[in-house]
């Protein structure tokens, strides 16, 4: 029998596993004849493990030992926003595990995020094994598209410890215009417009034949249909605490029940104009009694609720349409990806907004796992069939001394590429470089994500601005980053596979291979011990809510925007105490150096500066500036492999002072030159 | 794989850093954008790495470097400021056959600003001073100071334009 590699759309709420057989995708149902899995994985007090429908019965009496949208939380630090909304809302217990990573607390056990990933992927598995008749090993997993490269590697773990190899961590907005236009021979652009349980996703895409080809793609990982939810949870929450005096928020029973009837109102409204909502016994008066929520919600009261939400769609979707340089009467079709988008209020909206009728001949449930399983087949097979030609979306950088950043590659650039630019040092005589990866669009180091850094050393001794660093940073076809430092003058290397920091080690992700809880998922197939299969009520509760869209809500709509907002200063001591230690490491030649490091604690505080006063500054590095003569009229600045920033002394940003810096430190050519390194009053960070 | 023997593969790899971007897409110099991208896409199609999975390493290993350089070749290509620069680069004999894409970037946009404003200081501060002498409508004072703009910075576009177009005013 031939290898099937299968497409797997590992969703925010619901999952989807999809194979080709006979040159056609075929969505692979589950032992209850749904497309779609739901992604929440329910922990019993026997130990068992429930992954999908069955499970998400369990949300509402068990909701501590339920874990939903785990995608939400995957690649992530624990410090960050994205954690700390979820917390505030999830059922489950987060806690903080090593290096600033995640974990959710089940009882006395702690499991990483890959881990919870693992289950669903492991129960998908399950599926297509029954379905197909074969073991399956093989897969292509999709990620939104704006996923940072810490998600996507965690997603790649997950995949390990589920017992699938990941031949390629695919983009859903291109898996859909892939399932879109597979063997068509179509010539046109297209959008796609991905609107999920956790995230937007905007892609637009040239497709020519058999090529694919992304022509940019944006996104916002705050955004999805879980907000959509949290509106309306917060309006029935907020009415009945006027009402009764009692916020149901602050009972876990009461808020997933709220939680649910807002999921299916939401549903409600895809089909009719008004929907009933009636949840009884949110809570207890004084007397025992219990209290209920009855009211009705009109298409027009929910569409003032979520307009906002709709708008912020549109704003992404204009970035990308000017990325792409493309305007509306440029596509050919939009293809709508997603649950919500299931919405007439959605449709609407979009319609209007690219004034062309969206695609109605797609699934937005499956068509993400139709994708990924023509690309996988597509990457078994001896001759390839259609092409893909994505691009990275969020633009990879380097931090620079003053707490900036500078672009190596650029978002919406196509992959694989290799891009090099030059750096120079930034003290007197320094020994060493630290090369910290970021990776976002911020021109503050803080405000993106730190990917990984390493120690460059053993540079020769010279003046600041005299040595050159090269730093190359390679996305290869698999979208994994490597980044290489190069000394042109005695062509010394370091290179790293950037590894995200807060992930999971190699030897961890071999211990929970060995623990095998993965393993212990009681995959529900037909046929199998009838005492895991879900009783009556969940077996009623999986035919109402197991349509194809998004589970209970992770956060509330609390400004996504505070992203960079303060966090607590409790953490960071014990973090500048494992600097040295890092340093150290750092310096052995080549080796990949995990993060648990000042510079994370000065993402938590919100700081600019990265290095602590009383170490060495030996680290910092510099771009080069432009080369500049004052009085000649020729101009060849990158002939000789120098770059120029395009630093605009004029430029209101608020660190005019680390860019003159910038530019007398590295040329000299530039104003007034400063005598040493030594901060600028301005610079508050590096006086520490 | 497409059209390619391994052997070929390798040798292309080898002589990458002799290629100009239009020698590797197979593209004239002159191709239109739309030319550009058929180009690439047939570049795609043959040097793809996806397609070459089952190949050995070293083989897979020559083709990612290809593919590496084909997506290059399209980004510069395709965007007509940085286009102009490697145009300009290859005319001039410059044996350097790539163009980093963030520095082509800062170098195509400081151009445009020098440009318009002046690339040396003495330049941008004579014409600065024909500005304002303009807007104040002192005529013959702004074109004595792009005279001397231009003195500091020959054949200044925007300098010439400037004075050709107060010249004809008067």
Excluded: W
């Excluded at chain 1, 991905?194 to 905007?202: C, E, N, V």
């Excluded at chain 2, 052997?7 to 191709?31: I, K, Q, S, T, V």
């Amino acid at each position: 029998m031939a290898e099937i590699a299968i497409g797997i759309d590992l969703g925010t709420s619901n999952s989807c596993v999809a194979a080709v057989e006979s040159d056609a995708p075929r969505v692979l149902p589950n032992a209850y004849g749904e497309g779609v899995t739901a992604s929440v994985v329910a922990f019993g007090d026997d130990g068992r493990i429930t992954v999908g429908n069955a499970a998400r019965a369990n949300v509402i009496h068990a909701p501590k030992t339920t874990v939903y949208s785990a995608k939400r939380l995957i690649g992530r630090y624990f410090f960050s926003e994205e954690v700390k909304k979820a917390r505030a809302i999830c059922s489950y217990d987060i806690v903080e595990g090593p290096n600033h990573g995640v974990r959710i607390r089940i009882r006395e056990n702690d499991y990483s995020l890959p881990e919870i990933s693992a289950m669903i992927l492991r129960e998908l598995k399950g599926i297509a094994e029954a379905q197909l008749g074969q073991a399956i090993t093989k897969a292509v997993v999709t990620v939104p598209a704006y996923f940072n490269d810490n998600q996507r590697q965690a997603t790649r773990d997950a995949c390990r410890i589920a017992g699938l190899d990941a031949l390629r961590i695919l983009n859903e907005p291109t898996a859909a215009a892939l399932a879109y236009g597979f063997g068509r021979e179509l010539h046109q652009k297209v959008a796609v417009y991905d609107l999920g349980g956790g995230t937007f996703d905007i892609s637009v895409l040239e497709i020519g034949k058999d090529v694919f080809e992304v022509l940019s793609t944006c996104g916002d990982t705050f955004l999805g249909g879980d907000d959509f939810d949290d509106r309306l949870i917060d309006l029935l929450a907020d009415e009945f605490a006027a009402q009764h005096g009692v916020n149901p928020r602050e009972d876990p029973f009461a808020l997933e029940k709220l939680k649910v009837a807002a999921e299916s109102a939401k549903k409600g409204l895809s089909v009719d104009d008004e929907v009933e909502i009636r949840i009884p016994d949110v809570a207890l008066d004084s007397e025992g009694k219990g209290l209920s929520i009855g009211r009705t919600l009109g298409i027009g009261e929910y569409a003032t609720l979520v307009n906002d939400l709709i708008q912020r769609t549109f704003k992404v979707c204009d970035e990308a349409m000017q990325q792409a340089g493309v305007v509306n009467r440029d596509l050919a079709g939009v293809i709508l990806v997603g649950g919500p988008t299931r919405l007439p209020l959605i449709r609407h909206a979009v319609r209007d907004y690219f004034q062309l009728e969206p695609r109605t001949d797609v699934n937005p449930d499956e068509v993400v796992a139709m994708g990924a399983a023509l690309h996988a087949a597509s990457l078994l097979a001896p001759e390839q069939k259609a092409y893909l030609l994505d691009v990275t979306p969020l633009s990879l950088k380097i931090g620079v001394a003053g707490g900036l950043a500078e672009t190596v590659i650029e978002r919406n650039t196509p992959v694989p590429i290799d891009q090099t630019r030059t750096f120079t040092t930034f003290q007197d005589f320094q020994e060493s470089v630290r090369i910290r990866v970021y990776q976002g669009e911020s021109r503050h180091a803080a405000e993106n994500e730190l990917l990984g850094e390493f120690v460059f050393g053993g540079l020769a001794r010279a003046r600041r601005g005299e040595t050159r660093i090269e730093v190359t940073f390679e996305i290869n076809s698999d979208g994994i980053v490597h980044v290489t430092a190069r000394d042109p003058a005695t062509d010394q290397k370091a290179s790293t596979q950037i590894k995200l920091s807060s992930g999971l080690s190699e030897e961890e992700i071999e211990q929970i291979i060995a623990r095998g809880h993965a393993e212990r998922v009681e995959t529900a197939l037909p046929g199998t011990d009838p005492s895991v299969r879900p009783g009556e009520a969940a077996a009623a509760f999986a035919a109402r809510f197991g349509g194809p869209e998004d589970t209970p809500a992770a956060d509330p709509p609390t400004a996504p925007e505070s992203i960079g907002s303060l966090a607590g200063i409790g953490d960071e001591v014990e973090d500048v105490a494992t600097l040295d230690e890092v340093a150290i490491a750092g310096s052995s030649e080549g080796e990949a150096v995990a993060a648990p490091d000042a510079s994370l604690a000065s993402l938590e505080t919100g700081e600019i500066e990265v290095l602590p006063d009383e170490l060495p500054d030996l680290e910092e590095i510099l771009p080069l500036a432009p080369h500049e003569d004052p009085l000649s009229a020729s101009h060849e600045p990158s002939a000789s492999g120098r770059f120029e920033i395009e630093l605009d002394p004029g430029d209101s940003a608020p660190i005019a002072l680390d860019d003159r810096e910038l530019f007398s430190a590295a040329g000299g050519d530039l104003g007034a030159e400063p005598e040493s390194g030594e901060a600028t009053p301005a610079d508050p960070a590096r006086k520490g | 794989m497409g059209t390619l023997a391994p052997a070929e593969l390798r040798a292309l790899a080898r002589m990458l850093d002799d290629l100009d971007y239009y020698e590797l897409l197979e593209a004239p110099r002159g191709a239109s954008g739309a030319a550009i991208r058929d180009a690439y896409h047939a570049a795609s199609r043959r040097f793809h790495p996806d397609a070459c999975r089952h190949l050995d390493p070293e083989v897979r290993a020559s083709i990612e470097r290809i593919a590496k350089r084909v997506t290059e070749a399209y980004s510069v290509l395709r965007d007509p400021r940085r286009r102009r620069l490697y145009d300009e680069r290859i005319a001039s004999g410059c044996a350097e056959r790539r163009l980093q894409l963030v520095e082509s970037a800062a170098v195509a946009t400081q151009r445009s600003r020098e440009e318009r404003e002046g690339r040396t200081p003495q330049g941008r501060r004579f014409f600065a001073q024909a500005v304002s002498d303009l807007a104040r409508g002192e005529t013959a004072s702004a074109i004595r100071n792009l005279q001397m703009a231009l003195t500091f910075e020959p054949g200044n576009p925007v300098f010439e334009e400037r004075l050709v177009a107060l010249r004809a005013r008067r």
